[in-house]
């Protein structure tokens, strides 16, 4: 089951707190539909049970009857095609005219209390959201009927929180079909949550904590590689100055000081600047044991610059 279907499951489990709330969740479920084409069909959707909830709420709310078309063609009931169906003209027009279907603005009839918006959310994502899971990224939406009504549930959802974004949708077979939708992730968390999947908007908030915690080790990790390649780097280079220097004119061309240095270094090429500091005897300072090995380095740029004017002197 993907993360949307859960929350789907989840939503439709959730009761309306109040009858108002009831009436809400059916205003939104009708909202977006086809405004109950010359078929009779409010919407079409992969749910059973989202059909079945449209159902009950419209039988138990208007006294309309409207049955579930199930798609013949589907091999499985649960993963078929659902169309949510009033079959009779005259409950379609009363149905259509009790909600003030076909207008560009919301009737705020069934928006009046504040317990009610969470509920017409409720209603818009049952049949026309969808929502991405979050271990991918972080992106729900509402498919509109039209950019009019996509603006004007963008302005109802500003002032819960929610910041909508509008697009045109293409190849849709509607001009002026439109997308509400939000990309980050404490703008689902509050969308999920006004609309009751309060498990879906728990388990998001544990998938987001586990990614920041990837993406922290990720990061150390990374850090510790690139630290790691630049040790590499630096003890490639002292063993290859101190080598070209003893077999040059041998290690006695060093500082007496710097001799111990340059024979840990080309007996421990794999050890830090902490660790020959450490082998050192007496011990010195990391910083200490950096000085003297960029003298030493110093040493095996003179000698090489050395022998290139002898080169060229020949």
């Known amino acids: 089951m993907t993360f949307c279907q859960e929350v789907k499951r989840e939503l439709c489990r959730a009761e309306p707190k109040r009858e108002c ?46 049955s579930v078309r199930t798609d013949t063609r589907a091999r499985q009931r649960e993963t078929g095609r659902f169309s949510a169906v009033v079959e009779a003209p005259g ?45 991918r990224e972080y992106h729900l939406e509402l498919a509109a009927p039209n950019a009019g009504i996509a603006e004007a549930v963008a302005m109802l ?6 910041h909508w974004r509008v697009s045109h949708r293409k190849n849709t077979g509607r001009r002026d079909a439109a997308l509400l939708y939000v990309k980050e992730s404490e703008q689902v968390e509050d969308f999920l949550t ?31 590689t690139a630290n790691l ?42 050890c830090s600047l902490r660790e020959l500091a450490d082998m050192l005897d007496p011990p010195l300072s990391r910083s200490g044991v950096n000085h003297r090995l960029k003298r030493i380095q110093q040493a095996a740029a003179a000698l090489r610059a050395q022998g290139a004017e002898k080169g060229e002197a020949e």
């Open 21 to 66: 709330c009831a009436w809400a969740q059916l205003y939104g479920m009708l909202l977006f539909s086809r405004s109950f084409s010359e078929d009779g069909v409010a919407f079409t959707t992969e749910s059973l049970r989202i059909a079945e909830t449209f159902a009950q709420l419209m039988a138990g709310l208007t006294g309309a009857f409207a």
């Open 229 to 270: 390649d630049k040790t590499v780097s630096a003890s490639r280079a002292q063993v290859a100055d101190i080598a070209y220097i003893r077999d040059r004119c041998g290690l006695s061309y060093l500082d007496e000081e710097l001799r111990p240095l340059a024979q840990l270094r080309l007996d421990n090429p794999e």
């Open 157 to 162: 959802g500003e002032g819960r929180g929610i």
């Open 91 to 135: 409950q379609r027009e009363l149905a259509a005219e009790r909600f003030g279907l076909g207008f560009p603005a919301l009737n705020p009839a069934f928006l009046e209390n504040d317990c009610c918006v969470g509920a017409f959310f409720r209603g818009l994502f049952l049949p026309y959201g969808s929502v991405i899971n979050p271990e």
């Open 194 to 224: 006004m609309v009751g999947a309060t498990k879906a908007t728990l388990k998001l908030m544990d998938i987001k904590i586990m990614k920041e915690m990837r993406n922290k080790v990720n990061r150390a990790t990374n850090c510790e």
